[in-house]
């Protein structure tokens, strides 16, 4: 009988776990401006994450709480939405980007995401030569120049 008990309060605990990281999903869609629809999920994790795409099915089931994602969708949904992993998956830290009040990223498309996979696979002086010349392009662009 307590066997009986212990399964069912650790189904019970499993079932919460789910719908609190269904809760923290809508949350960071919220803070990004995005409805909580599956469609919308499925089209834009897709755009962000052409490697690993995902069903409307899927992104479904995580709304309604009855499925958490695996690691690698849960760190592609967390780099998509630009919350910290851990705060998607456990609600442990805050959101990650920019200061308080800040503007949001804009959403990258297919192109700009592998654009931005392929930057962080870059050794770390890679990344900073980019980082500069990136910067240097902006200041430009910003300035009026060509």
């Given at each position: ?8 309060s650790?189904?019970?605990?499993g079932m919460?776990a ?9 949350d ?32 479904r ?8 994602p695996?690691?690698?969708?849960m760190?592609?949904?967390a780099a998509?939405?630009?919350v910290?992993?851990?705060t998607l ?6 959101f990650?980007?920019g ?10 498309g297919?192109q700009?995401?592998a654009t931005m ?11 900073k ?6 910067l240097?392009?902006?200041?430009t ?6």
């Open positions: 009988m307590l066997s009986n008990f212990r399964s069912a650790g189904y019970l605990r919460s789910k719908k609190e990281f269904a809760d923290r999903l809508v960071a869609m919220a803070q990004q401006g995005l409805e909580p629809k599956a469609a919308v999920i499925e089209r834009e994790y897709n755009d962000f994450h052409p490697d690993a795409t995902i069903t409307v099915q899927t992104a089931a995580w709304l309604r709480g009855a499925h958490v695996g690691d690698e969708h760190e592609g949904l998509w939405l630009r910290d992993v851990q998956r456990k609600g442990k830290s805050r990650r980007v200061e308080p009040g800040s503007p949001a990223m804009p959403r990258l297919k700009d995401a996979h392929a930057f962080a696979a870059l050794p770390a002086s890679r990344r030569l980019v980082r500069e010349v990136i240097a392009l902006s200041e662009a910003t300035a009026g120049k060509p």
